[in-house]
């Protein structure tokens, strides 16, 4: 399975889950109490639409929502610890248990009539499917915080889904970075092939200039430029910006390495930087060696520091 189709199947099940378990805070908070208050002619009736009608609304998300969640299991990406996969699942089960065994039986006899005893339990049992979908939101939204975090979601250079002409497009660590130029903004001209043989360099990828962790995050390279030029490479940081943005960047913030404007995407489109979640310019840093061979390839949208960590991490430092 490919990296892109992974996140497709998580979105989808993260989607699927958040809206479940948002149903069923509505269906304990609303519907289920309501119910006493229909009165004693019309429960039977009210019983059995009810039944019909919601099965059309939880159908297909439970089903979305129980197929990814058994692929992430089996697949079991590296966004996350595999003990998350299997508690989701696990979490899945006792869902489905509590609903044969608990909340049908309850919906069974309410659909003959009334029976108050009997609505009682059907609201204190559903408190069990309400904790459990709540703990799984808990869960999904941490592999999401995980995801734009920490860990981003990694190349793993396994494409078997993927056209040829895709393959070719992404890069991946081990791969020979590809030339490219660009212009900083002071005007000079950046080449790859004019480190090669002599440094490395450390490129890092920013969504936009003066935005609170694409500033932290610059000026932690600021911070630990000395311990780059140690290690024998030069960090460059690339956006979208213009030149000015740039410059007024790099001087409100004193920062020691040249800023790259990439205002037509090309270079994004080079180095196959994603957009996170398919929507945001990803924020991404390639740690290249003096052969012009990539080391690293970090990728979290939300981190700032860890970046910095990394690129160190893979020279050595």
Same mark, same amino acid.
């Given at each position: ?23 069923? $805070?509505?269906? /304990? ?52 610890? #595999? $003990? ?27 659909? #003959? ?10 609201? *204190? ?7 459990? $979908? ?140 994603? *957009? ?24 979290? /949208? ?16």
């Amino acid at each position: 399975m490919s990296d892109l189709m992974a996140q497709a199947i998580f979105l989808a099940h993260l989607a699927s889950t958040l809206y479940m378990t948002g149903l069923i $805070w509505m269906v /304990q908070r609303v519907s289920y109490p309501l119910m006493a208050f229909v009165g004693q002619a019309e429960s039977a009736k009210f019983e059995r639409l009810h039944c019909d009608r919601i099965g059309w609304v939880v159908g297909l998300p439970m089903l979305v929502e129980g197929i990814t969640g058994l692929i992430l299991l089996w697949y079991s990406p590296p966004w996350f610890p #595999a $003990w998350g996969f299997w508690l989701g699942a696990a979490l899945m089960f006792g869902n489905a248990a509590s609903t044969q065994f608990l909340q049908v039986p309850c919906h069974t006899k309410l659909a #003959a009539g009334f029976d108050q005893n009997v609505h009682q339990r059907l609201v *204190k049992t559903n408190w069990i499917r309400t904790v459990i $979908w709540s703990l799984r939101s808990f869960l999904v939204l941490g592999m999401l915080l995980n995801i734009l975090t920490i860990s981003g979601f990694p190349r793993s250079g396994n494409f078997s889904n993927l056209s040829a002409d895709s393959v070719m497009a992404i890069l991946k660590i081990g791969d020979r970075a590809p030339d490219f130029s660009g212009k900083t903004s002071s005007g000079d001209v950046i080449r790859l092939a004019d480190y090669i043989g002599k440094k490395g360099l450390v490129l890092f990828f920013y969504p936009k200039d003066g935005t609170a962790i694409c500033t932290k995050e610059a000026c932690a390279f600021r911070d630990s430029y000395m311990q780059f030029a140690d290690a024998g490479a030069e960090v460059i940081g690339i956006s979208s910006d213009s030149d000015e943005s740039h410059l007024d960047f790099a001087k409100q913030y004193r920062l020691t390495f040249p800023l790259i404007s990439d205002a037509d995407g090309s270079l994004r489109k080079l180095f196959s930087v994603p *957009k996170t979640l398919g929507l945001f310019p990803g924020r991404v840093t390639y740690v290249i060696d003096k052969d012009g061979i990539i080391r690293q390839i970090y990728s979290a /949208q939300l981190a700032s520091d860890a970046h910095v960590k990394q690129a160190l991490a893979a020279l050595g430092q």
